[in-house]
């Protein structure tokens, strides 16, 4: 076994680089999936969106997530392993819930990406487990902070975003934000920020959607966080439609 090899195969020990290969093996897991997620602030409002792969036709459409909601005013969009989304969702759903029973108030947004972000951060030096291979982005509407956008990758790094993106063409997406939002500021209301997050993922993907090939999470100032109908992601593809 050569000596980079056996730096390969440990999670623990790092490189004379100073790299820890399992940790970028794990960057390069949630972008397998082949989905691009994205999420967007507006002014009092926030939204997630994915692309929603049917992979078989007798698998029945409403059993496929990316999008979860995790408090009554938080949701996340998970990019990645679907297996390793769910025990993620899973753990922030029971620490939201932990932090407003001992504290009497909801988790703030910033709050639960940093406990999240800390956690992950263990499957990193740990030898007996692994990192996920899922990246979490989360949106909420914050009583002091207003709009928040929390993105966590699988080392256990997070940071605050207007607009960001994960996935394959998350680059690509990232850029064409860059330039709407240098551009034209901050959406002013929830059409135009939901339909800026999908006019990112048209552009960056080349291609045009069908209702039933995206899957949204919105939230609002003093609103729950909610998933958008077929029907109502159809409205703003017509709306997006018509503009051009």
């Not at 620490?95 to 999240?116: Q, S, W």
């Not at 940071?159 to 997406?173: N, V």
Request: glycine content about 8%; hydrophobic content about 40%; proline content about 5%.
């Amino acid at each position: 076994m050569s000596q980079a090899r056996g730096f390969d195969r440990t999670i623990t020990v790092f490189s004379p680089e100073g790299r820890l290969f399992q940790v970028e093996y794990a960057f390069k897991a949630f972008n397998l999936a082949g989905i691009t997620s994205v999420g967007v602030t507006g002014q009092n409002c926030g939204c997630v969106i994915s692309q929603k792969k049917i992979p078989d036709k007798l698998i029945d459409p409403s059993t496929i997530n990316y999008i979860f909601p995790i408090a009554k005013g938080i949701g996340c969009v998970m990019t990645g392993s679907i297996a390793d989304a769910r025990a993620q969702v899973s753990r922030a759903r029971s620490e939201a819930a932990e932090f407003e029973y001992k504290n009497g108030y909801p988790m703030p947004c910033d709050v639960l990406a940093k406990r999240m972000a800390n956690i992950a951060q263990v499957s990193t030096q740990r030898a007996s487990m692994r990192p996920l291979g899922v990246a979490m982005t989360l949106v909420s509407v914050d009583d002091e902070f207003g709009p928040s956008l929390y993105k966590l990758d699988p080392a256990g790094f997070y940071i605050g975003y207007k607009a960001t993106s994960a996935g394959p063409k998350q680059i690509e997406t990232m850029n064409w934000l860059e330039k709407r939002y240098k551009k034209n500021g901050v959406p002013p209301n929830l059409d135009e920020t939901v339909e800026t997050g999908i006019q990112s993922l048209m552009s960056s993907l080349s291609t045009d959607f069908k209702a039933t090939e995206l899957q949204i999470g919105v939230v609002e100032e003093n609103k729950p966080f909610r998933l958008l109908s077929v029907d109502e992601i159809d409205a703003h593809l017509q709306s997006i439609a018509e503009k051009d």
